[in-house]
């Protein structure tokens, strides 16, 4: 039941305007657990974009006097990849075009629901 509204909440959040798809990736493994989009291929962007945090990870000592990663955003010449931890050992994969209106206080918000529902499966 809970894995159910885990998905509906990644399809809600997918089908915001301006979002092309999403996906929760374990990120040691980087594993995608759900996904939804637009666009083919979102499981596999989901992954390769979960390399870029693991670089963070294993290079973050080299960061420390600028504290934790809280996001990070990759600028492409067609898109935007946006990632964000999102509960525990889970990292939220957001894929947008580059000039998308995107309602960026409604997608925290929908982060935040993922966090809670990823943290009491």
Same mark, same amino acid.
């Given at each position: 039941? =809970?894995? =159910?509204?885990?998905?509906? &909440?990644?399809?809600?959040?997918?089908?915001?305007? !301006?979002?092309? !798809?999403?996906?929760? @990736?374990?990120?040691?493994? !980087?594993?995608?657990?759900?996904?939804?989009?637009?666009?083919?291929? @979102?499981?596999?962007?989901?992954? &390769?974009?979960?390399?870029?945090?693991?670089?963070?990870?294993?290079?973050?000592?080299?960061?420390?006097?600028? !504290?934790?990663?809280?996001?990070? @955003?990759?600028?492409? &010449?067609?898109?935007?990849?946006?990632?964000?931890?999102?509960?525990?050992?889970?990292?939220? @994969?957001?894929?947008?075009?580059? =000039?998308?209106?995107?309602?960026?206080?409604?997608?925290?918000?929908?982060?935040?629901?993922?966090?809670?529902?990823?943290?009491?499966?």
């Amino acid at each position: 039941m =809970k894995e =159910k509204r885990l998905q509906e &909440a990644v399809e809600a959040m997918a089908a915001m305007p !301006g979002l092309e !798809g999403c996906a929760l @990736v374990e990120i040691e493994a !980087g594993m995608v657990w759900n996904h939804a989009g637009q666009i083919d291929g @979102v499981q596999t962007f989901a992954e &390769a974009a979960s390399d870029y945090w693991r670089l963070y990870t294993r290079l973050s000592d080299q960061f420390r006097d600028l !504290g934790d990663l809280r996001a990070s @955003v990759m600028m492409h &010449a067609h898109g935007r990849i946006t990632l964000l931890p999102c509960g525990t050992g889970m990292l939220l @994969v957001t894929l947008t075009r580059q =000039k998308s209106e995107i309602d960026w206080t409604v997608w925290q918000e929908k982060t935040k629901e993922l966090a809670r529902l990823v943290d009491e499966l």
